[in-house]
């Protein structure tokens, strides 16, 4: 069964720690069997904790999961499949990120050759469609300043009631996290911008796939995931 090891920040410090203030292992539970866990995403609506995960080899498809107490379980207090529509030829989705904004719901894509630029879709009211170019929001975002060794495989995002904030990996490490977040003022992502440059992960167990990681913020606390092995 498929899981995730779930930790969360450590306040006044620049580490996210196995198991604090946390459920350390969560059950995924009700996957339809084309579920393709290796491009997922987490997110917090105000609510419900969520986790998406793509359909098989679809590029507009996800699953849609929420905790019921127990574990995330397949449609749960949720739409259970989503389609992204509108997207750019050149989007990539070989991975993708969400979050809540406390106004809406946001999905992410990279362009393709291109993780610097990010195509935001938003979900659209009263339907089960995520749509590219949507309303007022910025369809094409900028992430600029992020170091040379970024790991742009692995990345997610979040909103934590004031700032929308993106993570990456760096190459070679499995516990070292950069950090940036949304300035306004230049209209792009910037490594460090009103942020902890640099974060560390610390006693994720060994059966987790450092490959397969989400983020998330509850209101109270940001919490880090990996999916087991």
Known sequence: MVSVNQGAWVPGTDTYRYGYNSVP?????GAPADANFRRWSMSHDG???RLYVFKGSSRDTLYQFAWNGTSYAYGHNSIPVLTLTNAPADADSSSISLLHSGEAYHAY???LGDP???YQFVWVPGTSTYQWSYGNYIPTLKVTGFPADTDWSRWTMLHDGT???LYTFQYGHNDMISQGSW???ANE???GHNSVPHLKLEGYPANSDVGRVAMLHDGTAYRF???TL
Do not use: D, E, M, V
């Open 25 to 29: 292992n969560i059950p995924i539970t």
């Open 47 to 49: 609510s419900a904790y």
């Open 109 to 111: 894509l990279r362009r």
């Open 116 to 118: 610097t630029t990010l």
């Open 163 to 165: 700032a929308y904030r």
């Open 183 to 185: 300035n306004a003022a």
């Open 189 to 191: 992502y910037q490594y």
């Open 225 to 227: 995931y990996f999916q």
